[in-house]
């Protein structure tokens, strides 16, 4: 994606939200099978059963459509996804969600079929307290100084991280900094997922502009599922401007 410039979009459905069958097929619906899209499913206190019966009903519904896991620990991980963000949280210092549940994850996710992305987590300053926050016990980075965020994602690039996912945290106030999004992009090539607070077209455009790959929608299109329809309007006119569809 970041070779073709193309810009993707990721719907983040939290199985404790309360999501009605009816609301979960409808954004499905207006998801079709529109190509640089993906569903993610996590929050941060998921317990399993819900997590399994949520990517079974995604997956009935929509065959095609990948199904990442988003997880807040090693306790929300399910075989019937294709595949599971394998986030560090390295904006943090606490040790257990750098590389301890990676560790009690690893021999479980080597027996599965899901497909491991190793995903650098940074967490910025969304102007409110998030759960990831909260449950992290964690330091955000300053959503104003990119040279910080810079040089963090910059670690976790060199430690051979593949993919880096820049949170404002569920239903910020205010998303991750176009300076942040743009330092980092210019400076590595690594595909770059940004979310939290994204409720707007104009605030998905300007993530895009900034450099995002792929803008993450959770809340706001639980709300508003014309917002995604809208989304991926724009998305699939822009890559087609790429001529890379
Ligand atoms: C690799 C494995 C198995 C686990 C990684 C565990 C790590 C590093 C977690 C990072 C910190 C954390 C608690 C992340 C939560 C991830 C997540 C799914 C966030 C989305 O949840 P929200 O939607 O923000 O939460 P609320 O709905 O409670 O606001
Ligand atoms: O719910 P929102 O605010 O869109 O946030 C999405 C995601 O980045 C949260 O982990
Ligand atoms: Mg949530």
Redesign the pocket.
């Known amino acids: 994606m970041r070779r073709t410039g193309k810009k993707g979009v990721a719907c983040?459905i939290?199985p404790?939200?309360r999501w009605l069958e009816s609301e979960l097929e409808c954004l499905l619906r207006v998801a079709g099978t529109f190509s640089p899209l993906f569903i993610l499913v996590?929050?941060?206190?998921?317990q399993q059963q819900n997590l399994n019966g949520v990517v079974d009903r995604i997956k009935c519904v929509s065959v095609h459509l990948p199904v990442l896991l988003?997880?807040?620990?090693?306790l929300?991980?399910t075989d019937n996804a294709d595949g599971?963000?394998?986030?560090?949280?390295i904006s943090?210092r606490n040790p257990d969600?750098?590389i301890g549940?990676?560790v009690?994850?690893a021999p479980l996710l080597a027996k599965s079929d899901l497909e491991v992305l190793p995903t650098g987590?940074l967490?910025f300053d969304g102007g409110k307290i998030?759960?990831?926050h909260y449950?992290?016990q964690s330091v955000p980075l300053p959503n104003d100084k990119p040279e910080l965020a810079l040089a963090t994602a910059m670690a976790g690039h060199f430690l051979g991280l593949q993919f880096l996912y820049l949170?404002a945290?569920?239903?910020a106030a205010r998303p991750v900094s176009t300076s942040v999004i743009e330092a980092i992009s210019f400076h590595l090539p690594c595909p770059l997922l940004v979310g939290?607070g994204i409720d707007s077209l104009a605030k998905v455009k300007a993530a895009w502009k900034a450099g995002a790959d792929v803008v993450v929608l959770?809340n706001s299109i639980k709300k508003n599922p014309d917002l995604l329809a809208e989304v991926l309007h724009s998305a699939e006119a822009y890559n087609l401007s790429l001529n890379v569809n």
């Open positions: 983040l939290d404790d939200d996590g929050g941060s206190l998921v988003f997880p807040g620990s090693v929300q991980l599971v963000l394998y986030i560090s949280l943090g969600l750098l549940q990676h009690l994850a987590y967490l998030s759960s990831v449950m992290s949170e945290g569920s239903g939290g959770g």
